[in-house]
């Protein structure tokens, strides 16, 4: 017996994971009526010649070069932000740094929250694995531009002051070395 008592999925959804339940808010039905279909039957979000800027590569492309992410109210899925060449990259590059990854800790390695699914954090365009995080902190981390010099820009635009940085800096750096310890 499988996971689906001993049914044979369906092959559409095999094909597709996407399991995330419907989300219903203003922004979905007022979007709702703006969809079209792919040639595989897919209703997907938008019309048939938008084009979308992968954030990886900054290419703009057709919305063929997206797989689906979810889907709302009316069915029609959303798309990837990234394109599926990037996606395919990123999947390699995530499946290689796990082979690298050190034993899973207790607790994410920035909040140092105790989590139960913590994520393979890994140094973008590498295989090189960088260290385990809840989901949280990896989005976060990720959205400020997943480097130093992103996440120091946020520093600088919370605090212009640099000496107050530096101090607040200190005092971080001590308290993270002085839990790890
Ligand atoms: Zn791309
Ligand atoms: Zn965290």
Redesign the pocket.
Known sequence: MDHYGGEIMPEKRKKNLNTTPLQINKQHRKTSRDFHFRSDGIKIVGKETDMQECKECRRILPTTAFTTKSFREDGAYTLQKACRECKTTLYKEQRESRKNASPKPER?E??H?K?EKLQIDHLHGTFTFRGW??R??NTGIGSLGDNLEGVLQAAVYLENDKNKIIEILDKVYNEVFARTA
């Open positions: 994410c920035r909040c929250k989590v995080l809840c949280e902190c």
